[in-house]
């Protein structure tokens, strides 16, 4: 584990290094993901690693697990309470487009909302430290596409792009992250009671086994290349059609 630990930590300080950057910078939310980030980027940078915590429809000391991370690994952290900042944005829009504000889709787009304003705010501080963004998409969440167009998807830098939500869990225990992050089940927290696995209709265990290469449940196969294949547009650049040749 220590030379994994390693291999991932000289990377982040060679990269950051060749950008020419001051350092690295990680939303915390009291997860599991940004929790290993977070860990991994205090031993590439012990003085210029920073932890913002942005909540929405809650308070800072409602994020406990969060606090308790950015204080265990020691790592200088801001908080930025968004709540406003959404409830102005989402009023604003929701006042635009009126009757054809769209119930259906509410819930998925104030979702996607916080993920980005978070992402829009974490770029702020970033920039004015001259630090990167360090995302914290593993390997399941890279290949379902599980989250957030230019929202948490956006970053600088993806170290834990090729771990798998176990490798996760057990480079997380070896680096010492608090037991109430372990042992808590993955969530988006972005609406009430939302579960990763919940959501997505198949278990971090399966999307490991599978993204290994072993045998699974047929549904679940079905339900992981179909989240795959609906997201593939995540993982690209996004089209555009060739350039005009005149004979074509
Ligand atoms: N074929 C295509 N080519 C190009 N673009 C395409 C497209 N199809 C949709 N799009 C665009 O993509 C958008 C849909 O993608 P997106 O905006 O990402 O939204 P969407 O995939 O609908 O939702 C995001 C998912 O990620 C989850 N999430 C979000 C944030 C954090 C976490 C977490 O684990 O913490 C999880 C969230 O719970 C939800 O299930 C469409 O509105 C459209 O703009
Ligand atoms: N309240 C928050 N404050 C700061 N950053 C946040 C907050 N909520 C989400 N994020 C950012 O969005 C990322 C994506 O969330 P995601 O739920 O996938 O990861 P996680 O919370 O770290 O881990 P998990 O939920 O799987 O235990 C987080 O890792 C974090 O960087
Ligand atoms: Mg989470």
């Keep these: 584990m220590k ?11 060679n990269y950051v290094e060749d950008a020419g950057a001051n350092g690295v910078i990680v939303g915390v939310s009291g997860g599991i993901d940004s929790a290993l ?19 929405i429809d809650k308070k800072v000391e409602d994020q406990p697990d969060a606090l308790e991370l950015v204080k265990s690994i020691d790592l200088t952290y801001y908080s930025v309470e968004l709540t406003d900042t959404f409830n102005t944005q989402i009023k604003d829009i929701e006042n635009t487009i009126g009757d054809e504000w769209s119930k259906e889709t509410e819930r998925m787009v104030r979702a996607n909302l916080m993920a980005r304003i978070r992402m829009s705010t974490l770029y702020a501080i970033a920039q004015n430290f001259g630090y990167l963004v360090v995302g914290t998409g593993n390997k399941a969440e890279k290949y379902t596409g599980y989250f957030t167009k230019f929202g948490d998807g956006a970053s600088d830098i993806e170290p834990l792009m090729n ?6 869990y057990k480079m997380s225990e070896y680096l010492g992250v608090p037991d109430a992050i372990l042992n808590k089940q993955p969530s988006a927290g972005l609406w009430e009671d939302q ?13 490991d086994a599978f993204l290994r290469g072993e045998d699974i449940p047929e549904d679940s196969v079905k339900t ?11 993982r690209q650049e996004a089209p ?3 350039q005009f040749q005149k004979d074509e």
Aim: glycine fraction near 8%.
């Design 163 to 168: 771990l798998s939500k176990g490798e996760v």
């Design 3 to 13: 030379e994994r630990v390693n291999h991932i930590v000289n990377w982040i300080k």
């Design 224 to 234: 992981i290349q179909d989240l795959h294949n609906k997201t593939m547009h995540k």
């Design 195 to 207: 579960t990763d696995e919940g959501e997505m209709g198949v278990s971090y265990a399966h999307i």
């Design 240 to 242: 555009g059609p060739n």
């Design 37 to 55: 980030a977070a860990a991994l980027m205090k031993r590439a940078y012990p003085n210029n690693s920073m932890g913002v915590i942005m909540p």
